[in-house]
């Protein structure tokens, strides 16, 4: 098992795959959505439905990964084939695909492997033929926790891709 380091890697150093870039650094999210200068397109209605535990999701399961990693697991790739599924009997259904990490690391470490988590689920939904104008990604990095202790349960169930249905 892998973690998130205290302090930000090198570049091109940590995580696994090929490296997405970094985070900005603001702790608002970074994806394709947001504006230039790093605030999300829709950052306050947004993200404080996500604060709330609010935004829909449909039958939509989210994406669970090991600490440190944005590798898919064999768990990650079974929600996502029935994800798949699922779209392709909802054509009309876009969906922006958020990355969050636990708490541990740095926020702009954590943005960007959010960032990275986000576009493998992504990716991994186009390769099963959905598509790509359908998807869309941000990073939340530790900014919307599901759970807000500091356990090893709590960080496992906050590091995630959490897909949100944005229009039928």
């Known amino acids: 098992m892998t973690g998130c ?8 150093a940590g995580g696994s795959g090929t490296d997405m870039g970094g985070g900005s650094g603001s702790g608002t999210g970074i994806g ?6 790093g605030a999300p397109a829709d950052s306050g209605q947004r993200l404080e439905e996500r604060m ?3 935004g829909e999701s449909g039958p939509l399961q989210d994406a669970q990964f090991a600490f440190d990693s944005y590798d898919l697991s064999p768990e990650a790739r079974a929600a996502l084939q029935t994800n798949a599924d699922w779209l392709r009997r909802n054509a009309p259904v876009k969906v922006e695909v958020e990355g969050h990490c636990d708490e541990r690391g740095t926020v702009e470490y954590n943005l960007a492997l959010g960032a990275k988590r986000a576009k493998a689920v992504r990716d991994y939904l186009v390769s099963l033929g959905i598509s790509s104008d359908r998807l869309s990604t941000i990073s939340y990095g530790e900014e919307v926790p599901l759970c807000r202790d500091s356990s090893e349960d709590c960080w496992q169930q906050n590091r995630r891709a959490h897909l949100l249905v944005l229009a039928r």
């Open 5 to 12: 380091p205290k302090q930000a890697p090198p570049p091109g």
């Open 52 to 54: 709330a535990g609010q």
């Open 32 to 37: 394709e959505g947001n504006l230039p200068g």
